[in-house]
C-alpha cells in the first residue's frame, strides 16, 4: 500500500482506548499533535453513556485512522474529570495540537456525531491524498493509464469512499480499454458517492461513449439538417455524431439550437443530451460555462 502521509494511519487496536490519571498527558495532550483526540467521559452507572459511547467507538473506527478516541471512567478518574469541569455525563471533549477544540455534553444524535467526528478529522488534513490523486490524474493525462490505476486503487484503500479517487479510477479502466470493468466498478459504487459529480461525470461519459458507437456521419446528418432545418431527430443525430468526432462545442451549439427551436420535443431530450455533455466535463470547462449561460437565457427567455 502507497503511504501518502507522513503520518501513518493508527492500527484500528490504536484507536479506541481506556486511559487514566497517569497516562492522560501521552495519551490525550501529546497524542492529539499528531491526530485530533476525542475524549469520552463516562461511568458504568450512566444510561445514555451506554449508548453515545458505542456510537463514537462506530464514528471513529469508519474515520479510518484519522482520529483517536480516549475513553475516562470518571468514577476512577475524579482528579482529571474535576480539572476538565465535567459536571454531568456523558461529556465529550476534543482535543487537537494539545487543546481542547470542541465538545457537548449529553446524547447526541447519529448523524450529530457522524459531523463532529467528521469535522475533527478534517483538522489533520487528508493524510496527502489529495496530492496523491493530483499525481494520478496528471499520469492518466500523460497517457500512463496503468500508473494512474494503481494510485487511484491505493488511494480507495485508504478511503473507499473517495468519490475522485473512484471516478479516476474507472476512467482510468476507460483508458484502458476495460469497459465492463468500468461499468462494472459503476455498478458497485459505494451508495455514500453513487451519485457524486466525479462518478456522475465518468457515468454520462460512458452513455455518451455508447451514442457515439452508433453515431451517424456528420456530413450526411449536416446536409439533411440544412436542408430541413425543422428536422428535429436529424438535428439531435447530428449533435451525437459531432460529439463522436470530437466536436464538443458544436454538439452543444446544435442541441441549443434544437431546444430554441423545441424544447419540448421527445419529452426535453435536447436540454437531458446538453447536461450529460456537461456532467461529463469539468465544471469550469469553457464549453460547459458558456452552454449553461446559453441554455439559461433560453430557459428564462
Known amino acids: 500500500m502507497l503511504e501518502f502521509g507522513q503520518t501513518p494511519a493508527a492500527a484500528p487496536a490504536d484507536l479506541i482506548r481506556d486511559t487514566n490519571e497517569a497516562n492522560f498527558?501521552?495519551?490525550?495532550?501529546?497524542?492529539?499533535?499528531?491526530?485530533?483526540?476525542?475524549?469520552?467521559?463516562?461511568a458504568p452507572w450512566c444510561g445514555p453513556c451506554k449508548t453515545l459511547g458505542p456510537a463514537l467507538e462506530a464514528a471513529v473506527t469508519a474515520a479510518r485512522g484519522k482520529v483517536r478516541m480516549v475513553k475516562v471512567n470518571v468514577d476512577e478518574n475524579q482528579m482529571i474529570a474535576g480539572q476538565m469541569?465535567?459536571?454531568?455525563?456523558?461529556?465529550?471533549?476534543?482535543?487537537?495540537?494539545?487543546?481542547?477544540?470542541?465538545?457537548?455534553?449529553?446524547?447526541?444524535?447519529?448523524?450529530?456525531?457522524?459531523?463532529?467526528?467528521?469535522?475533527?478529522?478534517?483538522?489533520?488534513?487528508d493524510g496527502g491524498l489529495g496530492e496523491a490523486i493530483e499525481a494520478a490524474e496528471a499520469m492518466l493525462a500523460e497517457g500512463d493509464a496503468v500508473g494512474a490505476a494503481e494510485t487511484f486503487a491505493a488511494i480507495l484503500g485508504e478511503e473507499p469512499e473517495n468519490a475522485a479517487a473512484y471516478g479516476g479510477l474507472v476512467r482510468a479502466h476507460l483508458a484502458l480499454g476495460n469497459t465492463a470493468q468500468a461499468e462494472g466498478?459503476?455498478?458497485?459504487?459505494?451508495?455514500?458517492?453513487?451519485?457524486?459529480?466525479?462518478?456522475?461525470?465518468?457515468?454520462?461519459?460512458?452513455?455518451?461513449?455508447?451514442?457515439?458507437?452508433s453515431a451517424g456521419p456528420v456530413t450526411d446528418l449536416l446536409n439533411q439538417v440544412l436542408a430541413h432545418p425543422d428536422d428535429h431527430q436529424a438535428r439531435f443525430d447530428l449533435a451525437l455524431a459531432l460529439h463522436a468526432s470530437?466536436?464538443?462545442?458544436?454538439?452543444?451549439?446544435?442541441?441549443?439550437?434544437?431546444?430554441?427551436?423545441?424544447?419540448?420535443?421527445n419529452e426535453g431530450a435536447a436540454k437531458a443530451?446538453?447536461?450529460?455533455?456537461?456532467?461529463?466535463?469539468?465544471?469550469?470547462?469553457?464549453?460547459?460555462?458558456?452552454?449553461?449561460?446559453k441554455l439559461s437565457?433560453?430557459?428564462?427567455?
Do not use: C
Not at 461529556?91 to 456525531?113: H, K, L, M, N
Not at 470530437?246 to 420535443?265: M, N, P, S, T
Open 246 to 265: 470530437g466536436k464538443v462545442e458544436g454538439a452543444v451549439e446544435e442541441l441549443l439550437e434544437l431546444f430554441r427551436r423545441d424544447r419540448d420535443w
Open 25 to 42: 498527558m501521552k495519551d490525550v495532550i501529546e497524542a492529539s499533535k499528531d491526530l485530533p483526540v476525542i475524549v469520552d467521559f463516562w
Open 85 to 125: 469541569r465535567v459536571q454531568s455525563i456523558p461529556t465529550v471533549y476534543a482535543f487537537w495540537q494539545g487543546r481542547p477544540v470542541d465538545g457537548f455534553q449529553g446524547a447526541i444524535q447519529g448523524s450529530e456525531i457522524k459531523a463532529f467526528v467528521d469535522k475533527l478529522a478534517g483538522l489533520a488534513g
Open 185 to 213: 466498478l459503476l455498478a458497485s459504487a459505494p451508495a455514500a458517492i453513487a451519485h457524486a459529480p466525479e462518478v456522475e461525470a465518468v457515468r454520462a461519459q460512458i452513455d455518451l461513449a455508447r451514442q457515439a458507437a
Open 273 to 293: 443530451q446538453l447536461f450529460k455533455i456537461f456532467d461529463a466535463l469539468k465544471p469550469n470547462d469553457p464549453i460547459v460555462q458558456k452552454g449553461r449561460r
Open 297 to 301: 437565457s433560453l430557459i428564462f427567455a
